[in-house]
Every structure is written in structure tokens, then in C-alpha cells.
């Protein structure tokens, strides 16, 4: 799995690219939020660089696992390392916002995205409740869960 500086700007492109593909598959309404929020522009990216990290993301994945990837089958501690790669609050914040909006632009909660935003949650100290997730997607214009 590759490394990245901490709070940089492809450490945080790679955990919103994890929440895109955590449930298995990336869609079309979470590009469409991504590109909504300018998503690339907020994570201080080039719009190719987010695609070429997704990219690498994918290589990695299927390096852990050259057949099949099942979501649910990155271990914790793999989870852990990468969410904690952001350690300022503040950007801590704006992934987590990005995050609750990818993983509603589908209007369907997989269990893999679940994982994510409440491993998220707790290794952040951000609260993941309904009442903030749709206070969260009303302020960045995504589907509510």
C-alpha cells in the first residue's frame, strides 16, 4: 500500500476515494457530487490527480488481494493507518463532509461505507449521528441517507 506525507493532499484524496469504493463499486452520483462540491479543488488537487490516486487505489487493493477485493476485507488496522495519515482537525473535518456526501450520493448506505464513516468517526473524534449526516448533506448539496 502506498504512503503518503501526512495531511497531504493525496493522503486525503485517497481515503475519499476508499469511501467511493468501499461498497464494492464507484458511481456515477458520487462523481456527480464530487464534481458538485469541487471536490479536487478543496483537497488542493488537480481534477486528474483525484482520478490517477483512485487509480493507484485500486492497484493497491488488488495487490492485498489479486483475485477478488471485498470491501470489508481491508483489515482495521490498514484502515486505521490511512485515516490517521490526516491529522488536522480541520481537514479532518472537511474529508469527513466529503465523505458523508459521496457516501450518500447513491441514497444507499452500504455496509462497507458504514465502516468507513464510523471508523472514521471514532479515530477523528467526529460525531456520526442521522441528525448530523443530514445536516452534513444539506450543507453540501448531497442526497440525504
Not at 50 to 59: F, G, K, Q
Not at 73 to 89: F, K, N, R, S, V
Request: hydrophobic share 45%.
Amino acid at each position: 500500500m502506498h504512503t503518503y506525507q501526512n495531511n497531504s493532499p493525496q493522503a486525503a484524496a485517497r481515503i475519499v476515494a476508499l469511501t467511493m469504493l468501499v461498497d464494492g463499486h464507484l458511481c456515477r452520483s458520487e462523481l456527480d457530487v464530487m464534481a458538485r462540491m469541487s471536490a479536487h479543488v478543496q483537497l488542493g488537487l488537480q481534477p486528474n490527480e483525484l482520478h490517477e490516486i483512485v487509480r493507484t487505489l485500486c492497484a493497491d487493493l488488488h495487490a492485498v488481494s489479486p483475485l477478488t477485493w471485498e470491501p470489508s476485507g481491508l483489515a482495521p488496522a490498514t484502515l486505521a493507518a490511512i485515516l490517521m495519515e490526516i491529522d488536522d482537525p480541520q481537514l479532518r473535518a472537511k474529508l469527513f463532509d466529503i465523505c458523508v456526501a459521496v457516501t450518500a450520493a447513491d441514497k444507499h448506505m452500504a455496509e462497507g461505507e458504514k465502516v468507513m464513516l464510523a471508523a472514521a468517526s471514532e479515530l477523528w473524534e467526529l460525531s456520526l449521528n442521522p441528525t448530523t449526516v443530514g445536516q452534513r448533506n444539506s450543507e453540501t448539496g448531497a442526497a440525504h441517507v
